[in-house]
Nanobody
Framework: QVQLVESGGGLVQAGGSLRLSCAASGRTFSNYAMGWFRQAPGKEREFVAAISWSGGSTVYADSVKGRFTISRENAKNTVYLQMNSLKPEDTAVYYC??????????????????WGQGTQVTVSS
């Protein structure tokens, strides 16, 4: 059974940085694309970033391009989201996700089958 556990969230001032981690278990991690999504209060869950199974391809939402970096360390079954120059509008619960099928890279909410429990990121102004 696939399990995803996020960590690294917290409270940070605007302009600061955080690094989120997502530890995966239950299958061969390196064969599958991974994604990060976020959901702010009263809003729908939205795409943030995704990385291919090999790490060779990445996709970002326009709102985070140039500030966030997604990466993965297959030997540790972990995907990361480095968040720099944080803004109050980045405040949300951040979720990592993965697909049931291997390979590719995906940016749509409906493409993902497994989700973590989320980690709260709060950016104060």
């Amino acid at each position: 059974q696939v399990q995803l556990v996020e960590s690294g969230g917290g409270l940070v001032q605007a302009g600061g940085s955080l690094r989120l981690s997502c530890a995966a278990s239950g299958r061969t991690f390196s064969n599958y694309a991974m994604g990060w999504f976020r959901q702010a209060p009263g809003k729908e869950r939205e795409f943030v970033a995704a990385i291919s199974w090999s790490g060779g391809s990445t996709v970002y939402a326009d709102s985070v391009k140039g500030r966030f970096t997604i990466s993965r360390e297959n030997a540790k079954n972990t995907v990361y989201l480095q968040m720099n120059s944080l803004k109050p509008e980045d405040t949300a619960v951040y979720y990592c996700a993965t697909k049931a099928r291997p390979y590719g890279v995906y940016s749509r909410l409906g493409d993902y089958d497994y989700w973590g429990q989320g980690t709260q990121v709060t950016v104060s102004s």
